[in-house]
């Protein structure tokens, strides 16, 4: 009987938990770890890195270079822990009962872990099909990394049959997530003392008037939303993350910024959706710039990841659900992934990963065991898949 994978993914998931690899900081350290790993397994692998090199995806082949296989896809970053009341060391795996705390258990190191606990096996086989490894760097703050290692699979690698995406979903296949653009909003103004407010201009209560008119537009996208959308919620949402501005009560700030984004599931795009809000911001900006030049409004997009959206007959999906067992009905996800880059860039996809996303981004994250011995399962099967005769 084949070996359990769960006691070796377990022993890796310690490792990688150990890693801060919050996506304000660098991940160099962890893919160092995941490069000597490889290393000693003689699997060749490269690094893609950013343009600084502070950061690096990593992309691993194991098995024949020829098309039809399959990339196990994950982002090695996590969200901070600033703020949060952890009742355990949030970079320190820790089992409580049948569940593993830490940050980025679940999301989604867990399963990167599974995938390289299968890596052993798969290098010393025989393999009829290849497994590619694509762990990738800030997808928390935008999917940022993924295309420029997407670009390297698709220039260099033979053509995968599928692109698994790991994201928690109790390993179950997702089909379709939505796309995510995010925004930065800065308000300029000219600072004077608040009793002469004629002189000046205050960027925070122009900027106030901005986020009225975004939240009545979210109020608007909520009732115009679709009642037969698969999502939750049905429709585009549009909320405001952050906001800084203002020195003192008794001056007219002379800055004023803030984040939204805009989560739709298509075919409407974000550009399309905020056009009444772009407009305002311009004819704002030409207001202001005629009581004080220095004034104005700049909106920029920071990120805009595409939706993902099920494909009919998709071939990622029926292998997702052979691997995991999974006869039950579509299923999509509010929130965004890197699924929806590879999709675009051509590939077949699916989302499958163990653990819930009501645990991710969470004090106390955790991945129940059971999940991760149900992704352990379904490398096996994969590892089986790999040395079939295709």
């Known amino acids: 009987m084949a ?4 006691p070796a993914a377990r ?11 919050t996506s304000r900081g660098s991940n160099l350290e962890l893919i160092a770890w995941v490069e ?10 490269r690094r893609v890195a950013n343009a600084d090199g502070t950061k690096a995806n990593l992309l691993a082949s194991i098995g024949p270079m020829i098309e039809g296989g399959v990339v196990l896809s994950g982002h090695t970053d996590v969200v901070p822990v600033d703020g949060q009341p952890w009742s355990t060391d949030p970079f320190t795996l820790t089992q409580k009962g049948d569940r593993l705390f830490g940050r980025g258990t ?8 599974l995938a390289l606990a299968a890596a052993p096996e798969l290098a010393a086989a025989k393999l009829s099909r290849p497994v590619h490894l694509a762990f990738s760097y800030d997808e928390e703050i935008g999917c940022l990394g993924a295309p420029l290692l997407i670009e390297v699979i698709r220039s260099e690698l033979p053509a995968p049959a599928v692109v698994l995406v790991g994201e928690p979903t109790s390993m179950e296949a997702v089909n379709g997530h939505k796309g995510i653009a995010t ?3 800065a308000v300029t103004g000219r600072e004077v003392h608040s009793s002469q407010p ?4 205050s960027a925070v209560m122009e900027a106030v008037t901005l986020m009225a008119s975004l939240t009545r537009l979210s109020a608007s996208l909520i009732d115009e939303a679709d009642p037969a959308s698969p999502f939750t919620p049905k429709g585009p949402t549009l909320t405001i993350g952050m906001v800084q501005g203002g020195t003192a009560h008794n001056i007219l700030a002379r800055e004023c910024s803030f984040v939204f984004d805009l989560r739709a599931p298509g075919p409407r795009s974000p550009a399309e959706i905020i056009a009444p809000f772009l407009a305002e911001a311009a004819a704002m900006d030409r207001a202001l710039k005629a009581r004080a030049p220095e004034a104005g409004v700049v909106v920029e997009m920071r990120t805009d990841v595409p939706p993902f959206v099920p494909e009919p007959d998709g071939v990622a999906e029926a292998f997702a659900r052979r691997m995991a067992g999974d006869n039950g009905p579509p299923r ?7 699924a929806g880059q590879f999709q675009a860039a051509g590939f077949s996809t699916v989302i499958c990963g163990p653990g819930s996303i009501d645990q991710a981004h969470q004090p106390d994250e955790y991945i129940d065991i059971s999940q991760m011995q149900r992704g352990a399962q379904f490398m096996r099967r994969l590892i089986d898949w790999a040395r079939e005769e295709a």
């Open 198 to 201: 004629h002189l000046g201009v």
């Open 36 to 45: 000597a790993y490889l290393d000693g397994l003689g699997v060749p692998h």
């Open 183 to 185: 925004f930065h909003v």
């Open 3 to 6: 070996p359990d994978l769960y």
């Open 106 to 113: 679940c999301d989604m190191k867990g399963f990167i872990a």
């Open 332 to 338: 999509v996800v509010a929130y965004a992934a890197e």
């Open 11 to 21: 022993d890796i998931l310690q490792t990688l938990v150990g890693f801060d690899t």
